[in-house]
């Protein structure tokens, strides 16, 4: 069978690689892919992101499956156009998509189905935001309310930063400014954690549970970025909280889609708060998987990626979820994201990578924003690699993922030297 993975990054090279693996997959094609899809064995780079362009063609090659990566296309309608035209597409719909797509429909979404999560106000005047600014104090969130890679998100330790935040999504100009709204939020204390399921409209299926690193810095300083890091299993959450999740959050979510007419098939990323107490709300809803989480999960699920995939969209009668299980390596994957230079406000492309394909046991160096020039690597964007690792437990995966990143070198690169951190403890 012929795979499509529609997405350029670190996520979608995983996804192909994991597919590729697959006995009953031919060729994985990656539109537009990057410097490593480019070359690796079964996957094949396609030049097209148009949507509909991207439909003819898979028409055409009769693609088996279509896997949607990243938001952008999700929220584009990809899913609904492939969907109408009968090819077989894993993904969320256009509507379904919003849960992430605009922050204001998810809170609201949220509070009409009683999933927890902080409390909140919308705002597209400016003078209305920072007066409530004032008013709630500091620390406070920010959040733009449409799609932002993942850095559209504001923590404010003062309130000068969080009036910057105001400032800056939402323009002072009306004209500019059309459509743009804001998201205020409550600080909420404790310790994040990522919890992504599989859906297929009635079922949802926890993936092993994993924690991102989304600050620039090392211990957790610096701006938020799309992230630097993650690792997997997450101590954080254990049984008790993950029971939680499903029960508080996953299900609930699933059961308020349907009952609002909008059938969630995908999957789906619940950005998780855990208090001292086990309390769990909801920070944030990705309908996709995350990026870095990505990498570490895939090394680690030892299912056959394309057999879950195409059990998610089997019609309801025919079984979905329901039916399957999943397997996963006993040890510890963690991935460590190696950032260009000016990362995350304006990222220098251009500088060549070198120290590639720094093959070791268990180890996989995922490209994302990467791109070929003659017979070199090249950085393309902000995240440029992700070097991932097996190893029997945390300290020993960092030890070899770090050991990795030494031997790769490209000018200006950023990367964080505590990826795993959380899971050591003080």
Avoid at 217 to 234: C, I, K, V, W
Wanted: proline share 5%; with cysteine.
């Amino acid at each position: 069978m012929k795979v499509l993975v529609v997405g350029g990054g670190g996520r979608e090279h995983a996804l192909a690689w994991k597919l590729a693996q697959s006995p009953k997959v031919a060729m994985v094609f990656v539109a537009p892919g990057n410097g490593g899809t480019a070359k690796a064995e079964g996957m094949c780079n396609l030049a097209i992101t148009d949507i509909g362009e991207l439909r003819n063609w898979a028409r055409q090659e009769k693609i088996g499956l279509t896997v949607v990566g990243p938001e952008g296309p999700l929220a584009a309608g990809l899913v609904d156009d492939f969907r109408a035209h009968g090819l077989r597409v894993f993904g969320p719909t256009k509507a379904a998509a919003q849960l992430e797509s605009s922050k204001a429909f998810s809170k609201e979404f949220m509070v009409r189905h009683g999933i927890p999560t902080a409390t909140h106000a919308s705002f597209t005047d400016r003078a209305a935001a920072h007066a409530h600014i004032a008013a709630q104090g500091a620390p406070i969130v920010v959040k733009a309310d449409g799609l932002a890679a993942g850095k559209g998100v504001v923590v404010a330790m003062t309130l000068d930063e969080a009036h910057a935040a105001v400032d800056q999504m939402l323009p002072p100009d009306a004209l500019a400014g059309a459509g743009a709204r804001v998201v205020i939020e409550e600080f909420l204390e404790g310790e994040e954690a990522s919890f992504i399921v599989l859906c297929d409209g009635k079922n949802a299926l926890a993936l092993a549970t994993s924690q991102d690193h989304k600050r620039l810095l090392d211990g957790d300083e610096g701006p938020n970025t799309g992230g630097m890091g993650a690792y997997s299993p997450a101590p954080v959450v254990t049984p008790t909280i993950h029971a939680r999740a499903m029960r508080e959050v996953i299900l609930p979510t699933l059961r308020g889609m349907e009952k609002d007419g909008i059938e969630y098939t995908g999957f789906l990323y619940a950005g998780l708060m855990v208090g001292r107490t086990g309390q769990v709300r909801t920070l944030e809803f990705n309908c996709r998987l995350g990026d870095p989480e990505t990498q570490p999960l895939l090394m680690r699920l030892k299912s056959d990626l394309l057999e879950l995939l195409w059990a998610a969209t089997e019609p309801a009668a025919s079984g979905g979820l329901d039916t399957m299980e999943l397997q996963w390596d006993r040890r510890t994957a963690l991935g460590v994201v190696l950032a260009a230079h000016g990362y995350p406000g304006a990222p220098r492309t251009g500088d060549v990578v070198r120290g590639l394909p720094a093959e070791a046991p268990d180890a996989v160096v995922f490209h994302a924003a990467t791109a070929r020039q003659d017979d070199a690597v090249v950085t393309s964007g902000g995240r440029v690699l992700c070097v991932t690792v097996l190893a029997d437990n945390v300290r020993q995966a960092q030890q070899r993922a770090y050991d990795i990143v030494r031997s790769v070198q490209f000018e200006g690169r950023q990367y964080r030297q505590d990826i795993g951190h959380r899971a050591l403890g003080p």
